[in-house]
């Protein structure tokens, strides 16, 4: 007994026992995709556009909904150079560290930590009972025919 699938837009439908149907429809459904984000982008485009030209950020529909424009220029600064300048200009220490916020992040070096569960059991069980397993999505890749 076949599964099969629906195509969203097209309704062909694909057996999910056959390969050769699944990877055709996939290339037909990341194609579709590609359009649907096209689309996208140029609708939200024209709603951005009309929205400057109507001098709101906010779009009322008929039904009582609305819309809102979100997003756009985002700021971002050289901390680098800027604590540097303030330096220079003689800023307190104290100062500049209440402007500049120092963040610190670790990461683990797993070569490390293998040597180490290698040598010692106790560290192996530390390293093992704190690692978490996070499944990704799986994703086919599709090379399309070169001529």
């Given amino acids: 007994m076949s599964e099969e699938l629906a195509l969203p837009g097209t309704g062909e439908v ?4 056959n390969e050769v149907e ?37 779009i ?5 909904s609305k819309a809102e424009i ?5 700021s971002s600064y050289d901390i680098q150079e800027i604590e ?4 220079a200009l003689g800023m307190p220490e104290e100062r500049i560290r209440e402007i500049v916020v120092e963040e610190v992040s670790y990461k683990l070096s797993v070569r490390q930590a293998r040597q180490a ?11 093992e009972n704190a690692q978490k397993t996070e499944e990704k999505p799986y994703y086919v890749s599709i090379s399309r025919k070169r001529d």
């Fill in 14 to 17: 694909v057996s999910l026992d």
């Fill in 22 to 58: 699944c990877v055709q429809a996939l290339a037909a459904i990341r194609s579709f995709e590609s359009q649907i984000k096209e689309a996208k982008g140029l609708l939200t485009q024209a709603i951005v556009d009309r929205s400057r030209v109507l001098g709101t950020k906010t």
């Fill in 60 to 64: 009322y529909l008929p039904d009582g």
């Fill in 70 to 74: 979100r997003g756009g220029p985002e």
């Fill in 84 to 87: 540097e300048n303030l330096r």
């Fill in 117 to 127: 569960a290698a040598a010692n059991s106790d560290y192996a069980s530390v390293i």
